[in-house]
């Protein structure tokens, strides 16, 4: 459990991060955890460490830290799946994003996965996605615009 200054912290270190100021709200979410490690903080510094410091590897740690100790709420998995957006895990990205909505819509959640991008299934689903003939005639098909 956090005392008062931790959660003041933590609602300082929100108010930053919401208005971009990850550097400012990386300090306060240090404190914050200082005095209670809750999922909320620890996936809100994951998303401050690999903005601000590039740290992806401790980033994507406590990311996945704050997934396994949370339900699912909203927010944890916001700053937990825009963590591994930057890392560059889009799969478990979008997994971290789709488990937040599974508790209910929250529209954060979808700009990220709609930002995110959707792909078509191949044309030909017995190939990879990668062989030749799926990227021609998807190219094909969309050039005359049938795809």
């Known amino acids: 459990m956090m005392n008062t200054s931790g959660e ?6 929100l108010a930053a991060l919401e208005h971009g100021h990850t550097y400012l709200a990386m300090t306060c979410l240090e404190e914050a955890m200082a005095s209670g490690r809750t999922p909320l ?3 809100a510094l994951a998303y401050c460490l690999a903005v601000n410091r590039a740290d992806m590897e401790r980033g994507v740690s406590l990311a996945r830290e704050a997934l396994l100790a949370d339900g699912g709420s909203a927010d944890v998995s916001l700053y ?4 591994l957006i930057l890392a560059g895990l889009k799969d478990e990205a979008i997994r971290a994003l789709r488990g937040g909505l599974a508790n209910g819509r929250d529209d954060r959640l979808i700009a990220e996965l709609e930002g995110m991008g959707s792909r078509r299934p191949p044309i030909f689903p017995n190939l990879p996605r990668g062989h030749f003939l799926n990227r021609l005639a998807g190219l094909i098909l969309s050039r005359l615009g049938l795809r």
């Not at 003041?8 to 270190?13: E, R």
């Not at 937990?80 to 963590?83: E, F, P």
């Open 80 to 83: 937990a799946g825009r963590t």
């Open 41 to 43: 903080v620890v996936s």
């Open 8 to 13: 003041d912290q933590l609602q300082k270190g």
